[in-house]
T-cell receptor
Framework: NAGVMQNPRHLVRRRGQEARLRCSPM?????VYWYRQLPEEGLKFMVYLQKENIIDESGMPKERFSAEFPKEGPSILRIQQVVRGDSAAYFCASSGPLGATRDGYTFGSGTRLTVV | DAKTTQPNSMESNEEEPVHLPCNHSTISGTDYIHWYRQLPSQGPEYVIH???SNVNNRMASLAIAEDRKSSTLILHRATLRDAAVYYCIPYRGSTLGRLYFGRGTQLTVWP
């Protein structure tokens, strides 16, 4: 029973490039959440998606960041024109329809983005 | 959202019990209390949650105060693998998925 799969595990991008982070939820889960953890800081909610819908993007920066969760395939967090301040660990979590009410969220191991 | 207060750090010896406290005095009556932990270089891991009654699972026990203003996560026998940051998170189902992670408690386990 594979858990939440995130790839790549590590990603290095030069300033101005695009970063694409992928998240495959647990089997049977159709709710995906993205969080960001800046160095030496706590995790911050970014966006909540269901299949083909963005439910809550109130934690997303207004520019350069976007997320999608298509009908087929993984959820993608895209960061355009990356800057050094985007360097962080990005975590994806998934859940069933009851959210965290019953069993909590399952998190992936994260993608560590380094912008050079 | 309810504010939480946890000690920045705690220490324990291996195979001893650990009691990790959390104050959440502004918690609402319908908020569950969730605990997650984050091992080094890993994503957060769900530990346990409860509403009013004490809860047990294979990982830990959760003791919730009668007035629900505080709770304690209990690791019955700490192992080296339990060294992690532990987060106490009030969770309201209506928040559509958001978990608010504070700074948590860094638990160090000594062999």
């Amino acid at each position: 029973n594979a858990g939440v799969m995130q790839n790549p595990r590590h990603l290095v991008r030069r300033r101005g490039q695009e970063a694409r982070l992928r998240c495959s939820p647990m089997k049977g889960h159709s709710h995906v959440y993205w969080y960001r953890q800046l160095p030496e800081e706590g995790l911050k909610f970014m966006v909540y998606l269901q299949k083909e819908n963005i439910i809550d993007e109130s934690g997303m920066p207004k520019e350069r960041f976007s997320a999608e969760f298509p009908k087929e395939g993984p959820s993608i967090l895209r960061i355009q024109q990356v800057v050094r301040g985007d360097s962080a660990a990005y975590f994806c979590a998934s859940s069933g329809p009851l959210g965290a009410t019953r069993d909590g969220y399952t998190f992936g191991s994260g993608t560590r983005l380094t912008v050079v | 959202d309810a504010k939480t207060t946890q000690p920045n750090s705690m220490e324990s010896n291996e195979e001893e019990p650990v009691h990790l406290p959390c104050n959440h005095s502004t918690i609402s009556g319908t908020d569950y209390i969730h605990w997650y932990r984050q091992l080094p270089s890993q994503g957060p891991e769900y530990v346990i949650h409860g509403l009013t009654s004490n809860v047990n699972n294979r990982m830990a026990s959760l003791a919730i105060a009668e007035d629900r203003k505080s709770s304690t996560l209990i690791l019955h026998r700490a192992t080296l693998r339990d060294a992690a940051v532990y987060y106490c998170i009030p969770y309201r189902g209506s928040t559509l998925g958001r978990l608010y992670f504070g700074r948590g408690t860094q638990l160090t386990v000594w062999p």
